[in-house]
């Protein structure tokens, strides 16, 4: 088994961790793009979400909805939807190096 088909399951989850930090952040169309993404990874790999996830899940997903439209919401998620695991993954990591920068300079 390789690296990545080793930690190919664990993307959707950290995802879902990331779309908690853009919330905080105040940026949910973020959170919902990486929502949207880890959504469709899991579908795409029979990965549901385990019990012990839900709570939060439901947590996020609930403020973001309340913080967006309708249209921002299907948008922003549908965007997420379109992405393969590694587009993903490659702007969460680029953006995530944008947040040490930003808050290193608070």
Do not use: C, N
Request: glycine share 8%; net charge negative; hydrophobic share 50%.
């Amino acid at each position: 088994m390789t690296l990545y088909q080793e930690v190919r399951p664990k993307i959707p989850v950290r995802l879902e961790g990331l779309a908690q930090v853009w919330l905080d952040l105040h940026r949910p169309e973020r959170a919902v793009t990486l929502l949207g993404a880890a959504s469709q990874l899991r579908g795409a790999m029979g990965l549901p979400i385990l019990p012990v996830d839900r709570p939060g899940y439901e947590q996020v997903l609930a403020s973001v909805r309340a913080s967006l439209t309708d249209a921002a919401f299907a948008a922003a998620w549908a965007a997420g939807e379109s992405l393969s695991a590694e587009e993903s993954v490659a702007g969460a990591l680029a953006e995530s190096q944008g947040l040490v920068v930003v808050a290193g300079t608070d």
